[in-house]
């Protein structure tokens, strides 16, 4: 028997909701295990259950669960110390067990308080061009794993105090290096300060020692993906659990507004493979039913939206700055979709926070306002109507370079939305164990060729595993 795979990802800029859909997807099909295989520690996958909300960054979504199981694979940055502490949350909330329920591939780098130092720095010395930032240091251990594999520090390196105390120094001498540089071309009061204030937090010799602390706690835990693989394609049910979302990555996204790692569920294929083959697996694509950002980058629909907010998780921090909501983007969701190989199904998340309105929109082309109007048909679906200039949809070009991709990203800064289509709302989305009409109708437009074309499978009504309406059967 071959295990039934789930993947799941993120249709827009992260934050769609791809934890809950995990949790409840594990607890409909008795799902073994998740397995998380991009991304790193600045995850924020929500889940509320049994009156518990726990924000999930290194542990699967379905942790809380009895039983389920995580695995990191070798796809995944890891940052102990953030991994501890989220165990001591699990803990407090009654998941005293979490540590022995997950496994960690030796080949997973490591992002350390370092890389966080250098990607602080860079980000505060662009001033008011900042591209935007978890300010964990992910994007920095990602560009290392790439540029300088060999000399960086990956789990399989805490086996060997030796080895371990030897790469800690070089990593520390090298990124002071960097933060040197950094220093040279920018003197900001702020690039300053968080150097320094990152010399005074973090040693070598601390650095060494919690590194030490969390390989004996996580004593048994390093395994690779092979020998999980193979345990795993026996079970019935396996979970992956993406991060991010499509428009984020690096190759597909709109630079200079994107993550250093990839994103497509396509990353997951080799995973698949090793799980019972890529016809086992189920790819769903989560999107809420209103669009949000984190923080800076192209976002044509955003608007204020008052209403979205109450019961927001995701909150203005330092570093991503506000969480900004607008309607329905049509044009970056189709192109999200084709871009990420056209998912099988969808799940569309957050029906309930347009309860009580009177109605919802989905943008169906932009106005562009912009100088380059002879450079746009390499880009985008485009016409002229009434004077102005229409954009209807992103073209998906393979073989974009990043010179393109920011003429592409100043061209959609320079778009406002033009034309909406509006439909009802409702009372309430979710009518005991149906949807109201009115959501209904929203649901068959997104199946439809005039949608997104591809099914709904399932439609959140709330942030409970229970609130997940399973719709067809996958």
Same mark, same amino acid.
């Given at each position: 028997?071959?295990?039934?795979?789930?993947?799941?990802?993120? @249709?827009?800029?992260?934050?769609?909701?791809?934890?809950?859909?995990?949790?409840?997807?594990?607890?409909?099909?008795?799902?073994?295990?998740?397995?998380?295989?991009?991304?790193?520690?600045?995850?924020?996958?929500?889940?509320?259950?049994?009156?518990?909300?726990?924000?999930?960054?290194?542990?699967?979504?379905?942790?809380?669960?009895?039983?389920?199981?995580?695995?990191?694979?070798?796809?995944?940055?890891?940052?102990?110390?953030?991994?501890?502490?989220?165990?001591?949350?699990?803990?407090?909330?009654?998941?005293?067990?979490?540590?022995? $329920?997950?496994? !960690?591939?030796?080949?997973?780098? !490591?992002?350390?308080?370092?890389?966080?130092? !250098?990607?602080?720095?860079?980000?505060?010395?662009?001033?008011?061009?900042?591209?935007?930032?978890?300010?964990?240091?992910?994007?920095?251990?990602?560009?290392? $794993?790439?540029?300088?594999?060999?000399?960086?520090?990956?789990?399989?390196?805490?086996?060997?105090?030796?080895?371990?105390?030897?790469?800690?120094?070089?990593?520390?001498?090298?990124? =002071?290096?960097?933060?040197?540089?950094?220093?040279?071309?920018?003197?900001?009061?702020?690039?300053?300060?968080?150097?320094?204030?990152?010399? $005074? %937090?973090?040693?070598?010799?601390?650095?060494?020692?919690?590194?030490?602390?969390?390989?004996?706690?996580?004593?048994?835990?390093?395994?690779?993906?092979?020998?999980?693989?193979?345990?795993?394609?026996?079970?019935?049910?396996?979970?992956?659990?993406?991060?991010? %979302?499509?428009? =984020?990555?690096?190759?597909?996204?709109?630079?200079?507004?994107?993550?250093?790692?990839?994103?497509?569920?396509?990353?997951?294929?080799?995973?698949?493979?090793?799980?019972?083959?890529?016809?086992?697996?189920?790819?769903?694509?989560?999107?809420?039913?209103?669009?949000? &950002?984190?923080?800076?980058?192209?976002?044509?629909?955003?608007?204020?939206?008052?209403?979205?907010?109450?019961? #927001?998780?995701?909150?203005?921090?330092?570093?991503?700055?506000?969480?900004?909501?607008?309607? +329905?983007?049509? !044009?970056?969701? &189709?192109?999200?979709?084709?871009?990420?190989? #056209?998912?099988?199904?969808?799940?569309?998340?957050? @029906?309930?926070? +347009?309860?009580?309105?009177?109605?919802?929109?989905?943008?169906?082309?932009?106005?562009?306002?912009?100088?380059?109007?002879?450079?746009?048909?390499?880009?985008?679906?485009?016409?002229?109507?009434?004077?102005?200039?229409?954009?209807?949809?992103?073209?998906?070009?393979?073989?974009?370079?990043?010179?393109?991709?920011?003429?592409?990203?100043?061209?959609?800064? #320079?778009?406002?939305? @033009?034309? +909406?289509?509006?439909?009802?709302?409702?009372?309430?989305?979710?009518?005991?164990?149906? =949807?109201?009409?009115?959501?209904?109708?929203?649901?068959?437009?997104?199946?439809?060729?005039?949608?997104?074309?591809?099914?709904?499978?399932?439609?959140?009504?709330?942030?409970?595993?229970?609130?997940?309406?399973?719709?067809?059967?996958?």
């Amino acid at each position: 028997m071959t295990a039934r795979v789930y993947n799941i990802f993120g @249709l827009s800029y992260g934050d769609e909701g791809k934890g809950t859909t995990v949790e409840s997807l594990v607890k409909k099909y008795d799902a073994t295990a998740v397995i998380r295989y991009n991304g790193g520690p600045q995850a924020a996958h929500h889940v509320v259950e049994n009156g518990h909300f726990h924000c999930f960054s290194q542990f699967g979504s379905g942790t809380l669960v009895p039983g389920v199981k995580t695995h990191l694979t070798e796809g995944m940055l890891v940052k102990p110390s953030n991994l501890l502490i989220e165990a001591e949350q699990l803990q407090r909330i009654g998941v005293s067990d979490a540590l022995s $329920r997950i496994t !960690i591939s030796p080949n997973c780098y !490591i992002v350390t308080p370092w890389h966080a130092m !250098i990607g602080q720095m860079l980000e505060a010395a662009r001033g008011s061009l900042k591209h935007g930032s978890v300010g964990m240091g992910v994007g920095q251990a990602s560009f290392d $794993r790439t540029e300088q594999p060999d000399s960086s520090l990956t789990i399989r390196d805490l086996s060997s105090s030796s080895a371990l105390w030897t790469k800690i120094q070089e990593h520390y001498r090298q990124k =002071l290096a960097v933060a040197q540089v950094i220093l040279e071309t920018s003197q900001s009061e702020e690039v300053i300060s968080i150097f320094q204030t990152f010399l $005074r %937090g973090t040693s070598p010799v601390k650095l060494f020692r919690e590194y030490l602390e969390f390989a004996g706690a996580l004593n048994g835990a390093f395994q690779s993906d092979e020998i999980i693989f193979d345990r795993l394609a026996k079970d019935k049910t396996i979970v992956l659990e993406g991060a991010q %979302g499509v428009l =984020l990555d690096p190759i597909i996204g709109f630079t200079p507004y994107v993550t250093k790692t990839r994103v497509l569920p396509s990353t997951a294929n080799k995973i698949i493979e090793s799980l019972g083959g890529l016809d086992s697996v189920v790819n769903i694509g989560v999107t809420r039913c209103f669009a949000t &950002r984190h923080g800076a980058g192209p976002f044509v629909t955003s608007e204020n939206l008052p209403h979205l907010e109450a019961g #927001e998780h995701n909150q203005q921090n330092r570093w991503q700055d506000s969480f900004r909501y607008g309607y +329905f983007d049509l !044009i970056t969701s &189709r192109y999200s979709v084709k871009s990420s190989g #056209e998912p099988v199904f969808l799940s569309v998340t957050c @029906l309930d926070r +347009f309860d009580g309105q009177n109605n919802l929109k989905v943008c169906r082309s932009y106005e562009y306002c912009g100088e380059e109007k002879d450079k746009l048909n390499h880009y985008f679906s485009c016409c002229v109507s009434n004077g102005r200039v229409e954009i209807t949809g992103i073209k998906h070009l393979p073989g974009i370079t990043q010179k393109q991709s920011e003429e592409r990203t100043k061209m959609l800064l #320079e778009c406002k939305p @033009l034309d +909406f289509q509006e439909f009802e709302g409702w009372p309430q989305a979710r009518q005991k164990n149906t =949807l109201h009409p009115n959501a209904k109708a929203f649901l068959k437009f997104l199946e439809s060729d005039k949608g997104l074309g591809i099914p709904v499978a399932i439609a959140s009504v709330g942030n409970k595993s229970d609130d997940k309406l399973h719709l067809l059967d996958t």
